[in-house]
């Protein structure tokens, strides 16, 4: 009796054992989905992880015609696949880089000396110190610019002494002394003054040409000034420059009618346009970068050179196929999408792409004007595929 126990007691253990063995072993015929969720696929029996029912074992689609794939009206309803016709459209490229506001050069003017002379006085000694035109900038001792006041004074008495003598041109030799003071930079009305006083001054004050910003300042009081050199760069910020950097390999991309549009991260919701005025033909070997520069108005005076900027590049649009960028499914193969070749059809097919603005990406070769094409669920169909025909669908392309 003890014996036969053991025995029923080891038959029973080894049955089990094989009725376990059996419901594990998998068969890559089939695989198992959820009839509400179809989107949930799995090679072993089991329970859907959405809605807990049990999955349904369904036969494998080995081969198929042309690599097509049939689902239910269920299946669609449910994976909420929705298709459209492919169409032409415009797109553009957008490409954003970083820059810095710089002072337009255009726009500013170098005040030259124009004459030997020692600073006797700066009126504006700090950069970014701003210059109305026609204010007094600096003020200098000049022996040479006394002598030829001098000079001139000099000639206006003899003229008025001398007014009935006819040999000698008086008028002509005063307004050749006069010519000179101009060209040395006083202005009309110092003349005047020194005429009608009959003194000159020791000291001569000069005045700024233009409006603007103390940008560059090269000398300070005390300092001789010797003729042509540059005392200070005055620049206008009614117009700036933003200056950004180019990677070699975004070259190609860049035109100089592309639409321009300047965001400043310190100034939130300020958005300037712009154009590009200057792409630098000279690449940085080091960095392999470029500098391009985009001209922006500044009529309110909000940017200051030193912020920084992001610019916004679109290239003009141009008309080409183009689809949702969700329709297109990528990977290290290439790009492909989903096509409906009949009610509940579909066929995979390999394109080529290009541009890509907002939501939208271009279409250049592989799909027909007016060809549907799945725009939602095609994920879900490439899943769908892969458990179906044991494959993915790019690899039958790639064959």
Known sequence: MKYLIIVLALIFCFSCKNGKGKETVLDSNFYYTCSMDPQVVSDRPGKCPICKMELTKVKKQIGGLNGQLELSDQQVKLGNIQVDSIRNGSIGDEMVLTGTVNFDQMNSVNISARVNGRIEKLFFKNMGDRIKKGA?????????????????????????????????????????????????????????????????????????????????????????????????????????????????????????????????????????????????????????????????????????????????????????????????????????????????????????????????????SGLKNGMAVVISGAYLLNSEYQFKKGAKPMEQHSH
């Open 136 to 364: 007094p900038v600096f003020e200098i001792y000049s022996e040479e610019l006394n002598n030829a006041k001098q000079e001139y004074l000099l000639i206006q008495d003899k003229q008025r002494a001398f007014a009935s003598e006819t040999l000698i041109n008086f008028q002509q030799l005063l307004q050749a002394a006069k010519n000179k003071l101009l060209l040395w930079g006083m202005t009309e009305p110092q003349i005047q003054e020194m005429s009608k006083s009959k003194k000159a001054s020791n000291n001569t004050v000069f005045y700024s040409p233009a409006e603007g910003y103390v940008s560059q300042l090269n000398f300070k009081e005390g300092d001789y000034l010797m003729e042509g050199a540059s005392l200070l760069k005055i620049s206008n910020l009614e117009q700036v420059w933003v200056e950004a950097q180019v990677y070699t390999s975004q070259l190609a991309d860049v035109h100089k009618n592309s639409l321009v549009i300047a965001r400043f991260p310190e100034q939130i919701g300020l958005e300037l346009m712009g154009k590009i005025e200057f792409v630098n033909p000279e690449i940085n070997p080091d960095t392999r970068i470029n500098l391009i520069r985009v001209s922006i108005p500044n009529q309110l005076h909000l940017l200051k050179p030193g912020m920084a900027v992001y610019v916004v590049l679109k290239s003009p649009p141009r008309k080409s196929l183009t689809l949702p960028t969700n329709a297109v499914i990528r990977d290290a193969q290439g790009a492909m999408v989903w096509v409906e070749i009949a009610k509940n059809s579909f066929k995979p097919m390999m394109v080529e792409t290009g541009l890509e603005m907002d939501d939208q990406i271009e279409i250049k």
